[in-house]
């Protein structure tokens, strides 16, 4: 029996996407798992797995939009960002105004571009950045294009000379939620860092159908890569000759489905492939045919 699918994972702090993949190795006992989207070891929530042919999936779940809850913690900042990294400065954040807090948060918003913390996993001349951070290296990381969709504060906690920011995050692929506590800390000229964060989606997929591990370890609930897809991409089903057509690796007539994936049906109702628009042709991403 095919158990091809997605896995929905609580993630733990403390845990690395490695060591839950690698649980979800024995639990689903295949080797056939990987992860869409990493988390940090300190966050926590929703990490997509995938198992069997749902691991071509992943590349393409990836890319969809996330969601976050943070906590920032202004007056302090660290090497890493985040509150795992080495505390580098600190500066009384207790006259930051709710104006200047709301209208840093403000600029932090819509389409931004960001630079990537200097521990991360971005490759700099084919090494990993945290490796050269971690070798004293001065890491020069590009600034990128993201998109912060929603950056909302919902609550505000003072304390002497730092502030504790509560916040909800909304933000396309590659965003770093590290990165913005630090800018918002920047801004604000008293520096940032992260000090928790828990992933509440990952495109369609959010803490409602989350498992923790040891839920799993009970029952593992796998999404059907059919019902997965369908869930997080348009659905386009095709005739009987089409289907032929996609299981071959042909290509179709668009179906103005947009710019990302579409998940292709057989009339059967079974999962034959993802495709992406072209011009006038809908080309295969991925084909799911046994």
Known sequence: MDNSGLVIVDKPGGWTSHDVVARTRRLAATRRV???GTLDPMATGVLVLGIG???RLLGHLALTE???DATIRLGVSTNTDDAEGEVTATASAASVTEDALRAGVAALSGPIRQVPPQVSAIKVNGERAYKKARKGEEVELAARPVTVHDFTILDVRRDGDVID???SVACSSGTYIRALARDLGASLGCGGHLTALRRTRVGPYDLGLARTLDQLAEKLE???IGEAVAAAFPRRD???DDARKVAHGGRLPAAGLGPGPVGVFAPDGSLLALVEEHGPLAKPLAVFIS
Request: aromatic share 6%.
């Open 165 to 167: 920011v509560d916040a």
């Open 34 to 36: 990987g992860h869409a």
């Open 66 to 68: 996330k969601g976050y």
């Open 53 to 55: 042919k749902a691991t």
């Open 238 to 240: 095709v005739s009987a």
């Open 222 to 224: 796998v999404v059907p």
